[in-house]
């Protein structure tokens, strides 16, 4: 008998080994060991698991710089006309503005140097620039009362022109050249060397996965566990939160908790803990892993102690 308890207690974490626990039993050996066992209630609940994503997503950097390239060579005769347009309309206005400064580096009157404003006016008036240089019956007629005014006071008529030429000046900018076939062959390397896709954060994953939670903890033991039981496995307890699956108060088997590092990491307790269930109620609960050598009052139907000298080799 001996023999069979010691084998018992060496292969005590045997998965559906049935042992049973009397609460007088229970009871007296208790206040003979002067102890408080570990003995929780565990329940099985459904957990929501939310878990980041990540997905594939097109690269704006990379669809831009090809659509450039593409556009680039659907429209190149288009591209270099606009870019041939836009630099001779820049090189005009930049005459219009050096004739008003010549006009006002002048030291002869008017009458003598107005061509330089009204070939000014003209250009100005061919590129729909509305700015007032000069103006006759002849060029920019809308406006001839208001440049007689202006040209009754040659002072007034210097400040005028020089702010003109100013503003113009400042809209004037120069436009950029088209790409050319250098150009079009170093974007076209670039794209080769980019990733078309770009890694983001994609939205919720949700899963349910039934969980062992502790649940509350008992105090009358002996009461409370009574009856046949079966061992389940050994178990250890997340004492923190580690991600989205494993949450504080889940019961984790002992040996996947060492394989994720959780305990040496300080997410779960180093000591092992034995679930079981009772036959009857089928309520699960978690011991100390002794419990059973201490409190067991049969196992497998038949009975641990047939005499109290037993206790002490046990």
Excluded: C, W
């Excluded at 090809?66 to 606009?82: A, L, Q, R």
């Excluded at 989205?244 to 180093?270: H, P, Q, S, T, V």
């Excluded at 009772?278 to 309520?283: A, F, P």
Aim: charged share 30%.
């Amino acid at each position: 008998m001996l023999l069979v308890l010691v084998s018992f207690f060496k292969i005590n974490a045997q998965k559906d080994i049935v042992f049973g626990l009397e609460k007088e039993y229970t009871k007296r050996h208790i206040r003979l060991n002067g102890d408080k066992p570990y003995v929780y209630s565990v329940v099985k609940n459904n957990v929501v698991i939310e878990k980041n994503t990540r997905i594939k997503k097109k690269s704006t950097d990379y669809e831009n710089l090809k659509n450039k390239i593409s556009d680039f060579e659907d429209n190149v005769v288009i591209i270099k006309k606009d870019y041939q347009n836009n630099i001779n309309k820049y090189d005009s206005l930049q005459i219009a503005v050096d004739k008003v400064n010549l006009f006002l580096s002048s030291q002869k009157p008017l009458e003598l140097s107005r061509e330089l404003l009204i070939e000014s006016q003209e250009i100005l008036n061919q590129f729909d620039v509305a700015k007032l240089v000069y103006a006759d019956d002849r060029v920019n007629s809308d406006h001839k009362m208001k440049f007689s005014i202006l040209s009754s006071s040659h002072t007034n008529l210097r400040l005028h022109l020089k702010e003109v030429a100013r503003q113009i000046a400042d809209i004037n900018v120069k436009p950029p050249s088209p790409p050319n076939e250098e150009e079009l062959a170093e974007m076209k390397e670039k794209l080769r060397s980019m990733k078309s896709y770009v890694i983001v954060d994609g939205p919720k994953k949700k899963t349910t996965k039934s969980k062992l939670i502790v649940a509350k903890k008992i105090n009358n033991i002996p009461t409370e566990l009574e009856g046949e039981f079966v061992m389940l496995d050994n178990y250890t307890i997340i004492t923190k939160d580690y991600n989205a699956e494993f949450k504080k108060g889940i019961l984790i088997e002992m040996d996947l908790a060492k394989k994720k590092g959780l305990i040496n990491k300080g997410y779960a307790k180093e000591t092992s803990k034995m679930l079981v269930q009772n036959i009857s109620s089928k309520k699960r609960y978690i011991l100390d892993g002794d419990f059973l050598k201490k409190y067991a009052f049969t196992f497998n139907g038949k009975f641990r102690y047939q005499a109290k000298h037993l206790m002490s080799s046990l």
